[in-house]
């Protein structure tokens, strides 16, 4: 089934739009001036509810002339009076509201709640609960404010869907085009609809699970909410109109494309947002269905890097499934991303989930994993650089130690970069001891800087509309700041694995097993970039043993020290009691925090990137993907539901006539060894080095990150040459 004419026009029209969204401009000075008008108001968490009400009300509806599905920032520039009055929220009334930190979004919905209810229906319930309140209480007086901001960004959500239902009236009367002002006119008759009252067609609950997602972004000056599994939420609704002839199969793909799209319509570049197919329910049965397959043919439909999709996998998955992802990825797409759903599902389980919800997960918004429905988890919380944690024992300085350790959520920054020790260690054992403690250290930090963000948004935080959609936080009438979600654990993520053990190996080889230099004059050589000693900087580069080559001595350290941050992230609780578990995956960060890392003992050059993920270093791959794809399974995966993202890239040029069964051989040995995560890079180098030279030619060319996928052209040099620099298969 080929995209019809409408979506190559969407796509093509967003694609050139894109760097140029406004985001929430006009949502931050509806903010402000909600804000300022509300001084008087006494509970701080009715402000938030009237704030976001506000905002919803006051946003500019606009509607493309293709889409079928609506709600985006509007393109309206602000006027000079409203810059000039945002300007002065920002540099002068804003900075008088208190502190509010932490990770936020990064999660998805009870959208079958939302579906089956309506708000109508939410509100019904909020009233179930205040009826029960005795007001003389000090806490149901809390309770009570609560649900009143909740009723409070109810309507203004309510209104902001019937502004784009007016919109849209005013639009068909305008319109000569027939066929358009019966679109325009179904769309009104939609918005009028949802999500005030349940959804009953597959049209309308593709609408309202979009206008009340981008509500959510738009009317709480937020972005990155994630879709859930869309395949399993809509199902019922898509199986009824196709019983009852209201829609067919190609009509419903065309609505999903057009889903898919409006994801790329209202999310800047450099992020992620996407949702989660397939898998199995809380029985142990695959779900998998048709419309499984039809987001899947999204993919090369749209064929953006939003929206992110990741397939679930399972012994159970149709091999249709399996065989089509494949060859979506083959054809050089970089979704889906593939998840072994047993693998994540018994972490989602060991971490104290029940069979129904450890199943119902969601990657939010690369490879880490949230419950769906009732998250409030601080992802990527913080990103924690593991080889400037072996320099500082060797007392190496970072570029710049204020960048060391970086949060996802404006947590404090932990200090590294410091030295911890001298580089003098009587035996190897005795230095990854040191390394284990200054490890535990560094962990400790970033535990309090979350918690102290998870405090800031306690007393100082508040988002009564998301609350409404967030198990369970009307049962226990507290908002999702305050731990009324079921689920507060917060996951850190340690970057550059692969180079940090790479360069334990060098260390445990030269300077104690050959002792052919010592601690002190690596040292010196890494502080100094190697310079005059290219030599030595090749040498370890090249003649050292390197994870991702099924080594077990090289791997072995792996397994060590992926079980060192399991044991020490264990025994923290949040501030609202969760967990902490841990994960390896990257984002952007392993070239962030790559640029401020000195030269590194595995040859690394001061400046460079950090592996990209959870497999080996860029280019250091010897023995081919099913050797890489040994040393990163050796290690268990299961608890690590920050999420683990391993890169695998292989060339397009002369690819064999197997190719596609070659890489499903390949993607299935990774699962059943207990692979977390896998993504896959179908890509020439020579293709990268002419979108360096021509960008204008290679706009939509999409490349693998560190756990999501982005337009190449749009990257940093720096980027760039990472992901040219990654080894290049020919074959699976």
């Not at 002068?92 to 939302?114: F, T």
Request: with cysteine; aromatic share 8%; charged share 25%.
């Amino acid at each position: 089934m080929e995209p019809t004419p409408r979506i190559q026009r969407l796509r093509e029209s967003i694609l050139l739009a894109q760097g140029e969204i406004k985001s929430n401009v006009e949502s931050e000075l509806l903010w402000g001036r909600s804000w300022l008008a509300s001084a008087a108001e006494p509970w701080h968490i009715i402000r938030r509810g009237r704030a976001t009400a506000d905002v919803l009300r006051g946003l500019t509806p606009e509607i493309g002339p293709d889409e079928l599905l609506v709600a985006r920032y509007s393109s309206r520039s602000l006027t000079e009076q409203e810059q000039a009055e945002l300007e002065h929220w920002r540099k002068d009334a804003s900075r008088a509201a208190n502190a509010v930190h932490g990770q936020r979004a990064h999660m998805a919905i009870d959208y079958e709640k939302l579906l089956r209810l309506g708000l109508r229906g939410i509100r019904e319930q909020i009233a179930n609960y205040r009826q029960n309140l005795d007001l003389t209480v000090p806490q149901d007086m809390e309770k009570d404010a609560f649900y009143r901001a909740c009723l409070i960004a109810l309507d203004g959500l309510r209104d902001f869907s019937y502004h784009y239902a007016d919109h849209a009236e005013k639009l068909a009367r305008t319109t000569s085009d027939p066929a358009r002002q019966a679109e325009l006119q179904e769309i009104a008759a939609i918005c009028r609809r949802v999500p005030e009252e349940p959804a009953r067609t597959f049209h309308e609950a593709l609408q309202c699970i979009h206008l009340v997602t981008f509500a959510l972004c738009a009317g709480q000056l937020m972005l990155l909410f994630q879709l859930g599994r869309p395949d399993r939420y809509l199902l019922p609704y898509y199986e009824r109109d196709l019983a009852a002839g209201r829609l067919t199969r190609a009509q419903a793909q065309e609505l999903i494309d057009c889903l898919c799209l409006m994801l790329s319509a209202y999310t800047p570049r450099g992020l992620a947002v996407g949702f989660m197919i397939g898998g199995r329910d809380g029985s142990g049965r695959d779900i998998s269905n048709e419309l499984t397959r039809l987001f899947l043919e999204s993919i090369p439909h749209t064929r953006l890097s939003y929206p992110g999709i990741g397939l679930c996998w399972n012994e159970e998955t149709p091999p249709d499934i399996t065989q089509r992802a494949c060859e979506l990825l083959a054809e050089g797409l970089t979704h889906p991303a593939l998840f072994n759903d047993d693998v994540i599902s018994r972490g989602m389980a060991n971490a104290g989930l029940p069979p129904a919800e450890a199943c119902l997960y969601q990657h939010s918004t690369c490879v880490e994993i949230t419950p769906v429905a009732s998250s409030n988890v601080y992802v990527a919380s913080p990103y924690i650089n593991l080889v400037q944690l072996l320099h500082d024992l060797l007392g190496v300085p970072s570029l710049n130690a204020a960048r060391q350790t970086l949060t996802g959520g404006g947590a404090l920054p932990t200090a590294t970069g410091e030295q911890v020790a001298g580089p003098a260690f009587a035996s190897f054992e005795e230095l990854l001891r040191a390394y284990d403690a200054h490890l535990a250290e560094v962990i400790r930090r970033a535990v309090i800087d979350e918690n102290t963000c998870q405090m800031t948004r306690y007393y100082h935080g508040g988002w009564p509309l998301l609350s409404c959609f967030v198990n369970d936080c009307l049962a226990r009438g507290r908002d999702i700041d305050q731990g009324g979600a079921r689920h507060n654990w917060v996951e850190p993520s340690f970057v550059g694995l692969a180079n940090l053990v790479d360069a334990l190996t060098v260390i445990r080889q030269y300077v104690f097993e050959e002792q052919s230099m010592t601690l002190a004059e690596l040292a010196e050589k890494l502080r100094q970039n190697y310079e005059g000693r290219e030599d030595l900087r090749l040498k370890l580069l090249h003649q050292a043993p390197k994870y991702g080559n099924d080594d077990d001595m090289v791997d072995e350290l792996a397994v060590r020290i992926t079980q060192s941050i399991v044991r020490h992230v264990r025994q923290h609780r949040t501030y609202l009691g969760g967990a902490y578990h841990p994960g390896f995956f990257c984002w952007i960060m392993h070239e962030q925090l790559g640029r401020v890392t000195t030269a590194s003992p595995d040859g690394r050059l001061a400046g460079a990137a950090l592996g990209d993920g959870s497999g080996p270093a860029q280019g250091r791959e010897r023995r081919g993907p099913t050797a890489a794809i040994l040393s990163s399974t050796k290690w268990d995966h299961t608890p690590m539901l920050g999420g683990i993202a391993v890169n695998l890239k292989f060339t397009r040029s002369g690819r064999q006539a197997d190719f596609v069964d070659g890489l499903r051989s390949l993607v299935e040995t990774f699962m059943r060894r207990g692979g977390f995560e896998l993504q896959v890079n179908v890509v020439d180098r020579d293709t990268l080095l002419a979108a360096q030279a021509h960008p204008e030619q290679y706009r939509d060319l999409v490349v693998r990150i560190g756990g999501y996928s982005d337009y190449f052209v749009g990257l940093s040099p720096q980027m760039q040459a990472e992901i040219i620099q990654r080894t290049e298969h020919g074959s699976p």
